[in-house]
């Protein structure tokens, strides 16, 4: 029997199912080479094991999975039912046995491909909400995953780099992030020079007349504009660069 093909037929949203499984691919790599007893060590987030990482991804497949159920059927589906359920999942899923939370991940992300490989073409369409209240395209969730899997991938603290990371996706990564530093005001005199990126060279607040100039490579800035610890990148005003603005 032939195997199942997404029904999907834009190519750009196709091109993102293939990098997000990818992603998933490449977490699923990651946490297989810890041991039980690993998972219980801190990962690269404040506060949070790489038991906590795990079970945040496992959740957030499960989450994503009821927006593309809601674009599906039109019956209104949150990922969360408030922050503090969304917490609360993540702290009880850490404390799963290890068993348990490996299949936590395996089993919600199986779910999620299949409801993204049989949602048809106009259902991509059908708007949706975060858990961040924005109103997005169905087809955004699959953006919202890329970014989950791959970063997380490094936050296992198991060996992964923002060098991993496709640049397609560090580019799309580092766009959001400034767009969202600009949309607060956090980005005043603030500019990324980016070395060897293919499409972008310059990010941040261009107008100002005397900026602080943050230079390095795309994934050095990427990781340290997203809050995760970076090598090689440089200030124009400080003998090392100070913490990148918030993100999220």
Known sequence: MAARQDLAG??????????????????????NELTDDQLKEPSLLPGWTRAHVVAHVGYNARAIAR???????????PMYASPEARNGEIDY???????????????????LNVEW???PDAAWSHLVKTAQGRTVPASETVWMRIREVWIHAVDLDNGAT???????????LLTDIT??????????????????APSITKLGDTAAADPEIITGTLSEITAWAAGRPARGITSSRYEHPESAPRWL
């Open 67 to 77: 927006l593309m159920a809601w674009a599906n059927t039109g019956v209104e589906t």
């Open 117 to 119: 490989r049989d949602t």
């Open 162 to 172: 923002f060098a991993d990371i496709p640049a397609t996706v560090l580019e799309r």
């Open 10 to 31: 834009d190519p750009a949203l196709l091109q993102d199912l293939l990098t997000v499984r990818r992603g998933t691919a490449f977490f699923g790599r990651k946490l």
């Open 93 to 111: 899923g850490a404390t799963l046995p290890p068993a348990a939370l490996r299949h936590l991940y395996e089993h919600s992300a199986i779910h």
């Open 179 to 196: 767009e969202a530093w600009q949309k607060r005001g956090t980005d005043k005199n603030l500019v990324l020079k980016v070395a060897g």
